[in-house]
């Protein structure tokens, strides 16, 4: 098998497809499959059959060369001008050329009409922008709930358009944006992929920064406790922009869920309020007791006490006037998202009961030494009321005092209370 020289017949085909081949993002070996396939099926609209033809693509370059494969026979016996050729034919190329051989020439664009080349960039633009389109979906279609880094590239009333590092197009719409946010064309934006699909088989990626698993997946990325599964994120909360909760639990009893998020002075949550535009975030540590994980929920509020009813999941919540708005929050925020983070429907009551004022336990310093008292607060009684709320036997041993100072502490409590 003999072959033309390929340097001055290649077929050039750069203004051709010259456009594709800056599309790096497609395969090499994936973009010399498409034009290869391109190319056959012309060949084969044009001679019926491609078996007698070889291609070599270039993509780099952007040329490739097809040679055609005929076998010489005698000029009288020529019956298929695409699978063989006439021997005085042959000779022209090769004068050495013999019948039975089989010579292989390079097609030239003259050998192709206009509206076959036409045909074929529609081929190769249609099979590139579907690959390419393949691509992105399968890059996005499971990485829904991940954070993504992109650069705004257009903004406008209902949506932004963002661009990822390989200018993939992520669309942040005007609902998934923080009320408090303000781009401009150019500036850096963090996100999460908050869903993927097909729309007029063009993929349509959307991202969010109101999601609250765009608050967790913050706070992993911030937390290493958090990333490392040593404490777990149990429920987040938003209001985006102005406030939020995050339900948090160790499992390791050595460390403190709540102290960890927070950080040395607030170092790790610091960063993620910034990326959030100032939202308040409330750390809560989790607990099975309900009552207690309600009192927590309504933080920065103290609660006095908490009626649960949990057939219809309600909570009614008493605490003092001055906690009510507390509990309640700015715009109501508190009291809802302490709801959400619970479960439970919670309606906040002022406690109108008059509690007597208690007494600090110092104040007795004039009738008992001082490690008097000192005994006292060690098991935690502090105040007088709260020596009370132990019995005379508690106190006896807890304490290690002698019988009759015990009653004799109790008394004069007693009577300093009524006193008041």
Not at 42 to 60: R, W
Not at 265 to 283: A, H, T
Not at 366 to 394: M, N, P, Y
Request: hydrophobic share 35%; net charge negative.
């Amino acid at each position: 098998m003999k072959q033309k020289g390929k340097s001055e017949d290649r077929l050039n085909l750069i203004e051709t497809f010259a456009e594709f081949k800056e599309l790096k993002n497609i395969e090499r070996e994936t973009m010399m499959s498409i034009v290869n396939e391109a190319f056959r099926s012309m060949l084969i609209k044009k001679y019926g059959n491609d078996a007698h033809f070889e291609i070599t693509v270039n993509v780099d370059h952007g040329d490739l060369e097809i040679q055609r494969f005929r076998e010489i026979v005698e000029d009288k016996e020529l019956t298929n001008e695409n699978t063989q050729i006439a021997l005085s034919e042959a000779i022209k190329i090769e004068p050495d050329f013999e019948v039975g051989e089989e010579v292989g020439t390079p097609l030239q664009m003259k050998d192709f009409q206009r509206r076959e080349i036409l045909t074929l960039r529609q081929t190769l633009s249609s099979r590139i922008i579907e690959q390419e389109r393949d691509r992105i979906f399968k890059k996005y279609e499971n990485r829904e709930g991940e954070l993504v880094v992109g650069e705004i590239n257009q903004i406008w009333k209902k949506e932004i358009l963002v661009q990822d590092d390989e200018g993939v197009e992520l669309v942040l719409s005007k609902s998934e944006q923080i009320p408090t946010d303000r781009y401009k064309k150019g500036d850096s934006i963090t996100a999460m992929v908050l869903r993927v699909e097909m729309r007029t088989s063009n993929p349509h990626i959307m991202i969010s920064r109101t999601s609250p698993t765009f608050l967790e997946r913050l706070m992993e990325q911030e937390i290493p406790e958090i990333y490392d599964g040593l404490i777990m994120i149990k429920n987040v909360v938003r209001s985006p922009g102005e406030k939020a909760k995050v339900l948090v639990e160790s499992y390791d009893d050595r460390i403190d869920p709540v102290g960890a998020c927070v950080g040395v002075k607030g170092s790790r949550i610091y960063s993620i309020v910034q990326e959030l535009r100032g939202e308040n975030i409330d750390i809560i540590n989790y607990t099975s007791n309900q009552t207690l994980l309600i009192a927590r929920s309504l933080s920065p509020a103290k609660v006095s006490s908490i009626e649960i009813d949990e057939e219809n999941k309600t909570a009614n919540v008493y605490m003092k006037p001055d906690q009510v708005s507390l509990a309640i929050g700015k715009g109501g925020y508190n009291i809802k998202l302490a709801s959400k983070l619970v479960g439970y429907e919670i309606d906040v009551f002022r406690d109108d009961i008059v509690e007597e004022e208690d007494v600090d336990l110092n104040e007795f310093e004039d009738e008992f030494d001082q490690w008097v008292i000192d005994s006292f607060k060690k098991i935690g009684c502090d105040t007088a009321k709260s020596v009370l709320s132990h019995t005379r036997e508690e106190l006896i041993q807890r304490t290690d005092l002698e019988e009759e100072t015990v009653d004799a502490m109790i008394s004069s409590i007693k009577k300093e209370l009524e006193m008041e």
